[in-house]
């Protein structure tokens, strides 16, 4: 694939490219963007390195690949006049949820899939990120995929998981967290591999941090066959392990990637703090046309989310008279 506006240089076989000739402050023509989409649906997860640039103009670069969602389903807190932003912050999440990890996931996982439409894409930008550690790695679905033998493709490709939060994990009932899963309930159905509408390719659809269970199985036969999905998607041949500076921003197609946030922030100098922006998706479509469902929960989308517009509605208390 040849390029005409940008530097693409690829950071392993499978998965990853540094983009050069860039800066993201700019008018970029349609020309740039078309390329700059080429190379993302070519190797999944694309960086920007020395971007420095602000929320505005993220969520700019942002809508130039489709709309820009809210900032999270169970995301009360937005950032004031950027709905858009998501912080991906430590010392903020502990604060809001009582545990000590930078978002809602930290295992390997895709963005989302608890709703019935996914997010297409997620960018990320770093603001301050430690010298040493946080890194994040990325793995490439359709390679995956494609890594399996044929008997193996061709089970895969009849099957249906279920997708919601913390799946396969036990918090606190009384966590913060669990009570705000709760109180906005996501769940879908998807299909175990889900055709990408852009490329066509074939990826496979299942994650350690949303993947429940699989239908139409036994529980020990869906344990088995997670374990077996999980061991193939995170393998190291697939993965590419980006080295964040600040003001570097990494855009990943979240159709056809999952991710693992750092493993050794206790010990960084700083404290971590990013911004996420995500791009509406579509609802997937397995290989023999089944569409994704939802189970609880709606889609997600630019729209504050049913929940948090009645809390945002409830009038506040006026303290008693005494």
Not at 11 to 22: H, K, L, P
Not at 36 to 54: C, G, P
Not at 146 to 168: Q, Y
């Amino acid at each position: 694939m040849s390029y005409q506006h940008i530097e693409v240089k690829p950071t392993s076989y499978y998965t990853g490219a540094e983009i050069g000739g860039v800066d993201l402050s700019s008018d970029l023509s349609d020309e740039v963007i078309a390329e700059i989409r080429q190379a993302l649906l070519k190797w999944k997860v694309i960086f920007f390195r020395n971007q420095n640039i602000d929320h505005a103009a993220q969520i700019a670069f942002t809508a130039r690949f489709g709309e820009v969602t809210y900032a999270h389903p169970h995301e009360d807190e937005p950032i004031e006049g950027f709905p858009e932003i998501l912080p991906i912050d430590r010392s903020r999440y502990e604060r809001r949820n009582g545990l000590r990890r930078s978002s809602y996931e930290s295992r390997w996982h895709t963005d989302v899939t608890a709703a019935v439409n996914p997010p297409a894409g997620s960018i990320l930008r770093a603001v301050d990120v430690p010298s040493i550690g946080g890194d994040t790695t990325w793995t490439n679905l359709v390679a995956a995929y494609e890594g399996l033998s044929a008997p193996l493709r061709a089970l895969a490709d009849t099957l249906k998981a279920e997708h919601r939060f913390n799946a396969r994990l036990r918090l606190p009932s009384n966590s913060k967290l669990v009570q705000r899963i709760a109180a906005n309930p996501l769940v879908s159905v998807h299909p175990v591999v889900r055709v990408h509408p852009e490329t066509g390719e074939r990826a496979l659809f299942v994650n350690p941090g949303f993947t429940s269970h699989i239908l139409d199985v036994s529980p020990q036969e869906s344990d088995l066959l997670l374990e077996l999905l999980f061991n193939q998607i995170t393998k190291p041949a697939y993965t590419t392990r980006f080295r964040w500076n600040n003001g570097d921003i990494a855009f990943w197609d979240n159709r056809a990637t999952a991710h693992l946030a750092p493993q050794d922030l206790d010990y960084a100098e700083v404290e971590r703090v990013l911004y996420r922006t995500t791009i509406t998706g579509d609802v997937p479509v397995g290989v023999d046309g089944f569409r994704s469902q939802i189970v609880e929960g709606e889609p997600f989308s630019s729209e504050l989310p049913t929940v948090l517009k009645k809390q945002a509605q409830q009038p506040i208390a006026e303290p008693a008279l005494t």
